[in-house]
């Protein structure tokens, strides 16, 4: 998948529930970003190839993103992934980076956060993710 040449960016916010979505959306706004709902790992991924999304933001309920990362891999496409929770632990955000996310989040967000965490993601989407077993 081609990135973004132009100054628009496409983010895709699978599987947030509205208030999560809002919260993060409001920490994202920049002019030049714009923001995308997928509820279905197959909406995600035509989206993602539509779009030419930059990153997916992707829920940690019930490891709800492991079937997004398999269908991303099983692509071969090199899409960001970074999982987003209402609370940050540590046991989740280390399966997160092991089943292969980019990075992990957690509310309250904050607009520099964010930032980084969104320009770190674009970096890592135009090298190949390491994936660490278990």
């Not at 092991?98 to 967000?109: L, N, S, V």
């Amino acid at each position: 998948m081609r990135r973004n040449c132009a100054s628009t960016q496409n983010f895709i916010l699978h599987r947030l529930d509205a208030a999560l979505a809002k919260q993060l959306g409001d920490a994202m706004a920049q002019p030049g970003r714009k923001l995308h709902s997928t509820v279905s790992t197959s909406e995600c991924i035509s989206a993602a190839e539509i779009l030419r999304a930059d990153v997916v933001f992707c829920n940690s309920d019930r490891r709800e993103y492991q079937p997004l990362l398999d269908a991303i891999e099983h692509r071969s496409l090199q899409l960001p992934v970074v999982v987003v929770s209402r609370i940050p632990e540590t046991t989740e955000w280390l399966d997160a980076i092991e089943a292969g996310a980019t990075d992990y989040c957690a509310a309250p967000f904050e607009h520099q956060h964010i930032s980084w965490l969104v320009q770190s993601a674009l970096l890592a989407g135009r090298r190949p993710a390491m994936v660490v077993s278990r």
